[in-house]
């Protein structure tokens, strides 16, 4: 079913800030059997891309940013729990939210849905989180890795504090760190002495296992 799909109408609805409509055609796909990964990424996450694109080349502004990612979060609502529907052995305790200075929140939400609904202990602490916020509650719920999105580039030095207040603690051999967000790449992970980086919420879920396997072993 969701190979022969047309995304372009969610596409559409997503570009011009149609919360209504993006909930209608989601609800509509998701009774036709169409899979909500790819609903996600073959349909909302295209849609925001384009926006993005537009504000980018001074087509769009705050405001229509501000209206598509209401539409998103609108579906995101139906999407989300159905992301977070995981049985089984937990894979790890994850501690993730947004870094301090910043609330922008719709990626940071599907990887916190999609590693929840691939098996891990997720807390999530939401956006415009402290470093030692972050620290506090992975002593709190022992957790094994610390995940942070950074969607600006002015908030990527926060991995680093991060970093050095889990050395300071004494917990930096036992807490792996696992990054992304718009504003980083492969090479933020040197630069910022984390551990992993996450492309989208699926190589999130990949990188995530393989830090608890270095963890294990
Ligand atoms: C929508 C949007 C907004 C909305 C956010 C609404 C909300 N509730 O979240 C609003 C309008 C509020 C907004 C505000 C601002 N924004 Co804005 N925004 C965007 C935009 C267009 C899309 C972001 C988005 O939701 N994308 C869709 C999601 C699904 O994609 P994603 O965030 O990349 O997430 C995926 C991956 O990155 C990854 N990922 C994300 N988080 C994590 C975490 C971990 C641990 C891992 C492993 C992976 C991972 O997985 C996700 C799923 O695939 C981006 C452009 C862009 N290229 O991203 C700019 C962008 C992020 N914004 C930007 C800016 C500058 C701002 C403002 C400062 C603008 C202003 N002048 O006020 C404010 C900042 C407010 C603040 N203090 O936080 C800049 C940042 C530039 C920079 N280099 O720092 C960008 C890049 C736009 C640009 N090209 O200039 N914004």
Known sequence: MSQSYDYNELIQAIVDGEGED????VEK???ENVGVHDILEKGLVRGMKIVSDKYDAKEYFIPDLAAAAQAMQDTLEIITPLLKQAGGEKKGVI????VKACSQEIGKNIVSATLSGAGFDVFDLGVNVSPKTFVDKAKEVNADIIAMGSPMMQTVKYFTEVDKLLKDENMRDRVKLLVGGASTNPKTVEATGVDAWGKDARDAVLKAEELIKQLRK
């Open 22 to 25: 993006a909930v209608e055609i």
């Open 29 to 31: 796909a998701i009774k």
């Open 95 to 98: 501690v993730l939210g947004v």
